[in-house]
Structure formats: C-alpha cells, structure tokens
C-alpha cells in the first residue's frame, strides 16, 4: 500500500482557507482519494488538541506567555500527528489539515518572536519532523484580511491582535516560502474564490497522476 499524502493550508485571518478546504475536499473525493474526516485543523483535531485550542483562543488567557502558547501549539500537534496523521498516512490515506507547522513559524515566531531554531527543535520531537507533501499559502494583505473578518462575529484571542502583530506573520509566511519554494505554492487569496480553487487543483495534479487518478 503506498503511503497517504499529507497537505496543508495556510494563510492570515480572512484568506479563505475554510472555502478552499471545502473546495479541495470535494475534488479529492471526486478524484477517489481516502481522506482522514473530519478534516483536521490546527489547534485541535484530537479530543485533547480541542481542548487546547479553547484555551488559546479564549480571551481569558490574553496575557498568555509566547514560551506558553508555543508549547501549548506544539502539544496539541503532538497529539494531532501520532493519533490521527501518521496512522492515516501509513495506511495510504490523505490528510488535508487546516494549518500545521508552518502555522508555528508566522504566528509564534514571526508574530511572537519566538525563534525559529526553537521551533524547529519542537518541530523534530514533537512533530515527529513531519513535513507536507504539499503546503498552500493564501496570500492576502492584512487590511484586507482584517475587513474580511470584521463581518464574521466576534474575534478570538489571535484574531484581536494588532495589525502590526499580522504583518510580522505574514512577512514569516513568505519567509518560509522562500526556504521551501518547491513544497509551496503561493496563491492569490484576492482573486475569485473558484479561480483560487482551480489553481490549487492544477498543484495537486502531479500528486494525483503518481497515485494513477
């Protein structure tokens, strides 16, 4: 049995992950592909990585520590991939998470400060030094991003950070896309929603031809 594939979404506050989640779910279906469901996100995915992420969303913990939130991250991943991604991949089927470590990078390192060679050691123990097989990045400005989201209730914890806070991120995301240029593909979130989804379906070809679909 081949190995599963593992891909990832990534992106700022009102990039439109959720629409392409939806969108690729059901092309991968279309395509005959066994997918892990529901699919995860990050935090979370697990009883114990839900359990996390109330807390760090919750704005009760808005003085949280950077050393605290990088942690709880990184054990909520933990989780994630020795309860659900690495069983699903070894028995030939395909994860398509919502975030994963790249997530750790923009939001704890460039938005926090946290330093990358921090990361990238939790990265080896407690992610297993699991890496995707591919990784979308929705590229959106931060003022856009923030009037998207401005129409969707109110903001957790992350999302009523500064804007300051979302630019370091986002300027951390296209650092890790330049470390990584061949795993990433870069997408416009500014255009059409069905023009995104047709670009990240051409990605995924390659991905789909080696399984024979």
Do not use: N
């Amino acid at each position: 049995m081949s190995r599963g594939r593992l891909i990832t979404l990534e992106g700022g506050e009102g990039a439109g992950k959720s629409t392409l989640l939806a969108g690729l779910h059901a092309h991968l279906e279309a395509h005959g592909v066994a997918l892990v469901l529901p699919l995860p996100r990050e935090p979370g995915g697990t009883d114990l990585g839900e359990a996390v992420r109330a807390m760090l969303l919750d704005h009760a913990f808005r003085g949280m520590s950077p050393e605290a939130e990088l942690l709880l991250m990184f054990a909520a991943r933990a989780e994630l991939v020795r309860k659900v991604i690495v069983p699903a991949l070894a028995a030939g089927r395909w994860v398509l998470c919502d975030r994963f470590t790249d997530a750790s990078y923009a939001y704890q390192g460039g938005g926090r400060g946290q330093p990358a060679a921090r990361i990238r050691e939790l990265e080896r123990w407690a992610a297993l030094d699991l890496q995707p097989d591919l990784t979308f990045l929705l590229d959106l400005s931060v003022e856009e991003g923030r009037a998207r989201r401005s129409g969707r209730g109110d903001a957790d914890r992350i999302e009523s950070e500064e804007d300051a806070f979302f630019e370091r991120v986002r300027a951390a995301y296209r650092a890790r896309v330049a470390e990584e240029p061949q795993r990433f593909r870069v997408l416009d979130a500014r255009a059409p929603a069905a023009a995104v989804l047709d670009a990240a379906c051409a990605a995924l070809r390659p991905l789909l031809e080696d399984r024979g679909a």
